[in-house]
């Protein structure tokens, strides 16, 4: 069974960095399309950025430039390095994780806090 686990999460001022992890277990993330997504209070979750098996990579239009997701196979570790950060990037991160056509596993989430 494939297991996903997200770390790295924390309070930070605004203007700081975090690194993100992801760490999946079960299987081989090679082949995978893997994502992070954020969902704040009151709000829907929404996909932050995506990387693909083939190294395509897709980001939000509100985290370009400051966000940048990466992956180490070897490690079957998904990462996203999150700097300039901003008040409105408070949320909880998940790691998504899916071998097309198969359905997705999902973490359970790391809490981002940018405050002053």
């Known amino acids: 069974q494939v297991q996903v686990v997200e770390s790295g999460g924390g309070l930070v001022q605004p203007g700081g960095s975090l690194r993100l992890s992801c760490a999946v277990s079960g299987t081989i993330i090679i082949g995978y399309v893997m994502a992070w997504y954020r969902q704040a209070p009151g709000k829907q979750r929404e996909l932050v950025a995506s990387s693909t098996s083939d190294g395509n990579t897709n980001y939000a239009d509100s985290v370009k430039g400051r966000f940048t997701i990466f992956r180490d196979n070897a490690k079957n570790t998904l990462f996203l390095q999150m700097n300039s950060l901003k008040f409105e990037d408070t949320a909880v991160y998940y790691c998504?994780?899916?071998?097309?056509?198969?359905?997705?596993?999902w973490g359970r989430g790391t809490q981002v806090t940018v405050a002053s």
């Open positions: 998504y994780a899916q071998n097309p056509p198969w359905a997705a596993s």
